[in-house]
T-cell receptor
Framework: ELKVEQNPLFLSMQEGKNYTIYCNYS?????LYWYRQDPGKSLESLFV?????AVKQEGRLMASLDTKARLSTLHITAAVHDLSATYFC????????FGTGTSLTVIP | KAGVTQTPRYLIKTRGQQVTLSCSPI?????VSWYQQTPGQGLQFLFE???????NKGNFPGRFSGRQFSNSRSEMNVSTLELGDSALYLC?????????????FGPGTRLTVL
């Protein structure tokens, strides 16, 4: 079974700082998705990465995919409080396999 | 365009009962997937339906079942509820089955089993 690991599980960072969330997966796939979940809410789609080397950016978030390393990263630039949420990566291999999630808290 | 809708949003049941949850996908989407989210196990895939056929199934006991109707609406049923079935159940829709299809999630149904 495909395993998807995210690290860190918990991340507390100050506003204005940069940080990266990592998503490693165990079996070849070239389709990876990032989602955001606010407390008590559903999942909101952030990025769709469909090929090796894919890079997508939206505001202060940038996601990349390295299928050879089986690694995706979600980079946060100059964090703001509104980015506080749980972030999930999901690998698509006929079904979605979700990572453990990274709970991000941005401190003023 | 309306998003994915799920009903009911909240449900309280007792052990041994059964429950049916409903999901209406985004108009034009033909694939519906169901997930269970718990603090301990995270997000786990239950099953996926496309054109009224189950295309994929996760590792859940037979108490968990589902179906899809001709209008793509889907229901999932859990029989003989156990305390461990308490979870947020999320439904997601996508245009097609398989391939590179982004999934859009509904608000979820929060099930509490007492």
């Amino acid at each position: 079974e495909l395993k998807v690991e995210q690290n860190p599980l918990f991340l507390s960072m100050q506003e204005g700082k940069n940080y990266t969330i990592y998503c490693n997966y165990s079996t070849t796939s070239d389709r990876l998705y990032w989602y955001r979940q606010d407390p008590g809410k559903s999942l909101e789609s952030l990025f769709v990465l469909l090929s090796n080397g894919a890079v997508k950016q939206e505001g202060r978030l940038m996601a990349s995919l390295d299928t050879k390393a089986r690694l995706s990263t979600l980079h946060i630039t100059a964090a703001v409080h509104d980015l506080s949420a749980t972030y999930f990566c999901a690998v698509d291999r006929n079904q979605f396999y979700f990572g453990t999630g990274t709970s991000l808290t941005v401190i003023p | 365009k309306a998003g994915v809708t799920q009903t009911p949003r909240y449900l309280i049941k007792t052990r041994g009962q059964q429950v049916t949850l409903s999901c209406s996908p985004i108009s034009g989407h033909r694939s519906v997937s169901w997930y269970q989210q718990t603090p301990g196990q995270g997000l786990q895939f239950l099953f996926e339906y496309f054109s009224e056929t189950q295309r994929n199934k996760g590792n859940f006991p037979g108490r968990f079942s589902g179906r899809q109707f001709s209008n793509s609406r889907s229901e999932m049923n859990v029989s003989t509820l156990e305390l461990g079935d308490s979870a947020l159940y999320l439904c997601a829709s996508s245009l097609e089955w398989g391939g590179s299809n982004e999934q859009f999630f509904g608000p979820g149904t929060r099930l509490t089993v007492l």
